[in-house]
């Protein structure tokens, strides 16, 4: 079984008006991820992370104040029209296994294969992709739907995950194609 792993993909992260904007190259992906969501909406599980702060996490010492838990910029962005049966799995770290249900979730799912996409790429999508790799699970990158701050950090993300980690690294297209 597959999933769809969406990371952060979250108002502070997507939207100019956001706390911590990821910034343009942001636009470019939404309408990819979409897609990909809506076509695979009812045929395997889609699972939503959030960066979910308290007010006074730690991590902002590192990055401006964020995603702070139960606010409209930790909200996921409303073009993926996030629905009841979706599943939401909130984390205060990098890694959306560190800490939280998601394993659990998805082996209770019997998902042996994560399709991921989502910000940014050389941060929390990275360190998901290093974890569920380091947990057995297969796990396809969706090149054009993921981005970072910066073309370099993008593209450290990309390498890492496919030179390190060895995920594949792929596309919207073609995972749509081979579904």
């Known amino acids: 079984m597959k999933a769809l792993l ?6 502070d992260f997507c939207y100019e008006d956001g706390a911590l904007y990821v910034g343009n190259n942001v636009k470019e992906i ?10 695979l909406r009812g045929n395997v599980p889609i699972v ?4 979910w702060h308290r007010r006074d996490d730690p991590e902002f010492k590192i990055w401006p104040k964020h995603c702070v838990q139960n ?4 909200e996921v962005i409303d073009e993926l029209n996030p629905s009841e049966e979706d599943y939401f799995v909130k984390k205060r770290r990098y890694s959306a296994f560190f800490e939280t249900d998601l394993d659990l979730t998805l082996r209770e799912l019997k998902v042996e294969e994560l399709i991921v996409c989502g910000v940014v790429t050389n941060i929390c999508v990275l360190h998901t992709v290093a974890d569920a790799v380091m947990r057995g699970y297969g ?3 969706l090149r054009d739907c993921t981005t970072a701050l910066s073309d ?3 593209e450290y993300g990309i390498r890492h995950m ?3 980690l060895k995920a594949e690294i792929t596309s919207s297209k073609d995972i749509l194609k081979s579904l």
């Open 162 to 164: 496919q030179d390190v």
């Open 6 to 11: 969406i990371v952060d993909m979250q108002k």
């Open 30 to 39: 939404v309408n990819s991820v979409k897609n990909v969501v809506d076509s």
């Open 71 to 74: 606010t409209w910029g930790a």
């Open 152 to 154: 370099y950090e993008y």
């Open 48 to 51: 939503f992370t959030q960066d």
């Open 139 to 141: 796990v396809k990158v």
